[in-house]
Nanobody, 124 residues
Framework: QVQLVESGGGLVQAGGSLRLSCVVS????????MGWFRQAPGKEREFVST????????YYADSVKGRFTISRDNAKNTVYLQMNSLKPDDTAVYYC?????????????????WGQGTQVTVSS
């Protein structure tokens, strides 16, 4: 069974930075494309970023492009989301997800495993 554990969330002022981490256990991490999604109160879960399993090809939602950077360390079974220039609109619970694919995907339904989420709150 694959387990994903996120960390790194917290409260930050607008313009600040946070780095989220997600440690994956239970399967060969390098076999999975990884993604980050977020869900704000009263809104649907939305795609943030994704990275392929080995080539590290990455895609971003337009709302975070240029501010967020996804990366992965296959030796540490960890995927990261570096978030800079944070805005109040970035406030949400952030979820890490793993897809049994080699290529990155923005499609929610293709992800097989999910973490429990970590809260990010950006104050104005």
């Amino acid at each position: 069974q694959v387990q994903l554990v996120e960390s790194g969330g917290g409260l930050v002022q607008a313009g600040g930075s946070l780095r989220l981490s997600c440690v994956v256990s239970g399967r060969t991490f390098s076999n999975y494309a990884m993604g980050w999604f977020r869900q704000a109160p009263g809104k649907e879960r939305e795609f943030v970023s994704t990275i392929s399993s080995s080539t590290h090809t990455a895609y971003y939602a337009d709302s975070v492009k240029g501010r967020f950077t996804i990366s992965r360390d296959n030796a540490k079974n960890t995927v990261y989301l570096q978030m800079n220039s944070l805005k109040p609109d970035d406030t949400a619970v952030y979820y890490c997800a793993a897809a049994s694919l080699l290529t990155a995907t923005i499609e929610y339904h293709k992800y097989d495993y999910w973490g429990q989420g970590t809260q990010v709150t950006v104050s104005s």
